[in-house]
């Protein structure tokens, strides 16, 4: 059985790497190479964590993928990840989002602790807690270096007997499906589909309607050197100030020498990884760094060290579309991560080799026949965004 994975992105090395562990022959191919900058899967980092409201799906999968990173990872785990736990900062009372999380977090033998603020106080004092009503600690969580991560599956799935190629894949669909890799037909029993926002343009006809890219700017604060310390893993988490007043606010310490890293969840700025510029937009520069001033106080007025902008392959309900194409029965397309998909990745792919070679069922919420209803558009943490 031969199989061939368009996009080397997480979802895509994962899938190619699992099937290669499972025996099968198998071809991956991507544009521009594993994490690289155009990638919704490139970059210096990801959050890791299991919070997920009361969706459990979401939280097996990413306590399943914690074991594969550290299988994958090995012995040399430090350098593709960084423990740190998570702050989460609720500006309202309903802090439901964490409290329906906590009895499977805990049945998995994770902790979630609602901290005093006298505790978070002492244990955080470069926080400033003005405005927040609730704290937890997510004691399982940190930061994936993710095109530290792409590039190591690529390795490893290479190791292992698998085909790897840079190259540009178009597709043909007047009759039969055909893939074509740099102009030339390649023939497979299977072709999976993992492009993130470029599988959308590939399958317009069933993707375009129910998925969309928007664009998400990451900033790089520089910290003083003097309070350097405060910003480190060992001193401050990861952490997320969920604020139902868009946009929600997240971040990591100092890692990988860039700086202070915060970002924001908002998919209201729509762009085309093609044609737009990765330039950070200046008005929602301003708006982080009046946030970094207000919940960071020692770095009110930081400058900008390093920015990165990432876009967001979307799906209109936030949830992954993983499924068979509707007419093609030899594709499947993998697509719609919103976000959120990268630390799944390792699970993903393993999910994704079982169902096609042990027929194991994928999540329903997963499938495109849920779009034949009405959907507003939604993200992992809001139930709506419009």
Known sequence: MKITVVGAGIWGLSTAYFLRKMGVQVHLIDMWGAGNVRSGSGGVSRIIR?????????????????ALWMEIFGKEVNDYYQETGLLWFFSQEDDSYALHSKKRIEELGYELEE???????????????????????????GILYASKCCELILQKFQAIGGHYTQGFASVERENNFSLLVNGKKTESDQYIFACGPWTRSLFADVLKENTYVSKQDIYHFAIPPTKMRQFDPSHMPVWLDYNAESPLYYGMPMHLAKGFKIAYDD???????????????????????????????????????????????????????????PQFEEVILMTGSSGHGFKMGPAIGELMAKHILKGNALPQKFKLNRFQNKIDVQSQFLPSIK
Do not use: M, W
């Not at 603020?117 to 399982?140: C, L, N, T």
């Not at 970094?292 to 949830?319: M, W």
């Open 50 to 66: 299991l919070v997920y409201g009361a969706d459990e799906l979401y939280i097996d999968l990413t306590s399943r993928a914690f």
């Open 115 to 141: 901290l005093t603020f006298s505790d978070a106080i002492a244990a955080y004092p470069q926080v400033s807690f003005e405005g927040i009503r609730k704290v937890y600690f997510e004691d399982k969580a």
């Open 267 to 325: 998919r209201s700025e729509l762009f085309s990884p093609d044609q737009d510029d990765r330039l950070p937009t200046l008005d929602r520069l301003q708006l982080a760094r009046d946030f970094v001033g207000k919940r960071f106080p020692i770095l009110a007025g930081a400058p900008i060290s390093y920015t990165e902008v990432c876009q967001y392959d979307n799906s209109l309900d936030g949830h992954f579309i993983i499924d068979t194409h």
